[in-house]
C-alpha cells in the first residue's frame, strides 16, 4: 500500500477535478487519487472507481511522480490520413473537375496523389464537405405541378367511382377479423352497394 500525504489544497483541487474536468477518464483518475487522500483502502477505491488495483496503483505512481499535471495529462492516439498532406490540391481538383462515382474518385487520387484508399475514399469526400461525398450534388428533379391529384388521369378517377369498392386495404389479420367478416365490415362501410348485390 502506497503511503501519501495530502494538503487540504491538494484535496480541494483533486475534487474540483473529479467533478469538473472535461475529460471523463481524467475524472476517474483523480477520483481514485481523491478516494486515496480520503483515507480509503486500496480495495475500496478500486470498488468505488470501478477500476482493478493494478489501475489503482498507477494512478498513485503518476500522482506521485507528477502531481496533478501528470494525472491530468491526455495521450491518445488519433490517426490522421496520409490524404490530409493533399487535401487542398484534391479540393481544387474536384471542384474544377468533380468525379461521377467514388471509384472514379479513388482512381483520381491514386493518379494525383500516388495513395490507393479505395475503402476509405468515400469518407474522405464527405470530410471535403460533400453531402453525399461526390461532387456536385444530384440536380433537382423538374417541376412536376402536372402529376397532382387534380391533374390525375380522369379515367381512374371514374374506375375507382363505379368500382363502389372502398379503397383501404388492411391485412385481415391486423383487424383480428376473418377474411369472409372483415372484407364484409368494408364493404358495409363502403359508400355504394357492392355491384350486383342485394343489399
Known sequence: MLQMEFTAQE???LY????????????KRCATVYCKALALPHKDIGTFVRVSQPTV??????????GLAQLTQVNRYTPTSELEAH???LTAEFQAHPPQTV???????EQKTGLRRS??????LKSLGTKSGIFPPKPTLPNTQHFSKKNCNPA???????SGMCSLWMPPTLCGCPLS???????????RPPVGGNA
Open 11 to 13: 484535496r480541494d483541487q
Open 16 to 27: 474540483h477535478e473529479t467533478f469538473y474536468n472535461p475529460d471523463p477518464e481524467v475524472r
Open 57 to 66: 496503483r498507477r494512478y498513485l505512481k503518476a500522482y506521485q511522480a507528477g
Open 87 to 89: 487535401r487542398t490540391a
Open 103 to 109: 471509384n472514379e474518385a479513388a482512381e483520381r487520387i
Open 119 to 124: 475503402p476509405k475514399v468515400r469518407q474522405f
Open 156 to 162: 381512374w378517377q371514374k374506375r375507382n367511382r363505379v
Open 181 to 191: 367478416v372483415s372484407c364484409g365490415v368494408l364493404r358495409a362501410f363502403s359508400s
